[in-house]
């Protein structure tokens, strides 16, 4: 996921800032690696 490219909602942003579970904080890390979408990052959604 190209962060320039990505803009982020009021909502994923306060669902991230206030995520305090380090699984899924480490999910996220993982998926962001591949991901072409916040929503393949957050929801695990390919598009």
Do not use: H, K
Request: charged share 25%; aromatic share 6%; hydrophobic share 40%.
């Amino acid at each position: 996921m190209r962060p320039s490219t990505q803009r982020v909602g009021e909502a994923a942003r306060q669902r991230i800032l206030t995520c305090t579970d380090l699984a899924t904080l480490y999910r996220w890390f993982d998926r962001s690696l591949n991901a072409t979408s916040l929503s393949e990052v957050l929801d695990g959604l390919a598009q």
